[in-house]
């Protein structure tokens, strides 16, 4: 089956960050046995074949899976050419502090069906967690998942994940299968998961960590077989 996915470019030379559940099923399987449910529920997702397209360009580019952090749901795609000009790139960790209340938004795109339009998601900061990450509560709907979130002067804040709670309180269970999927429906946590944005110098963490693994894949690939 072929599955069509939202990505941002992080890096000039093609790596693309994206909510690792459009790749992995993991999330879905922790959070459900979570709950306490779902013993027998099995799902596996192995995608085998990355095509990446960008704006204004009509080529569809070969990726590989460079690197994905299961806990914070976000995957990266590295371009498996260089790009013939230094792609326009999202830079995390430069903009100020987010606090509550700031206005920030961020850009989605429709189905195939409706042309892949790009559209505005514009949302507040409405608060902050502690645990079990650091994180912005944004009251802000799901379609900007693994998707970067900008203050008003357009610098990169954050990027928007899902996050699991491990808490064996009883306040912090709760929910059923279809919690994973209430959060489509502007949920902003149901259960033990929940939608958040991770701030910008976790991002950048991320980034580097995911780049660095990159051009390791990438100058592997270019070895000449023994």
Request: glycine share 10%; hydrophobic share 45%; aromatic share 6%.
């Amino acid at each position: 089956s072929v599955l069509d996915a939202l990505g941002a470019v992080v890096d000039p030379g093609g790596l693309i960050l994206l909510w690792n559940s459009q790749l992995s099923a993991n999330r879905l399987m922790d959070a459900v046995h979570q709950m306490g449910e779902g013993e027998d529920f099995k799902l596996k997702m192995t995608p085998t074949d990355f095509r990446v397209t960008i704006a204004g360009d009509p080529t569809e580019h070969r990726a590989f899976l460079a690197a994905s952090d299961s806990e914070l749901d976000l995957a990266f795609l590295q371009l498996e050419d260089k790009p013939a000009h230094p792609l326009v790139s999202i830079e995390f960790g430069k903009s100020k502090p987010a606090a509550i209340g700031d206005t920030v938004m961020g850009v989605s795109r429709l189905s195939p069906a409706f042309d892949r339009a790009a559209f505005f998601e514009t949302g507040h900061i409405a608060g902050r967690i502690a645990k079990p990450t650091a994180a912005l509560i944004l009251d802000a709907s799901p379609a900007l998942l693994g998707l970067p979130v900008f203050d008003v002067e357009g610098r990169a804040v954050g990027a928007v994940a899902t996050v699991l709670s491990r808490a064996s309180e009883p306040a912090a269970q709760g929910g059923d299968m279809m919690s994973y999927f209430a959060l489509g429906r502007g949920r902003m946590e149901n259960g033990p998961l929940g939608v958040f944005l991770l701030p910008g110098e976790r991002l950048q963490e991320l980034v580097g960590a995911a780049r660095q693994r990159a051009r390791e894949l990438l100058s592997e690939r270019a070895a000449p077989a023994p």
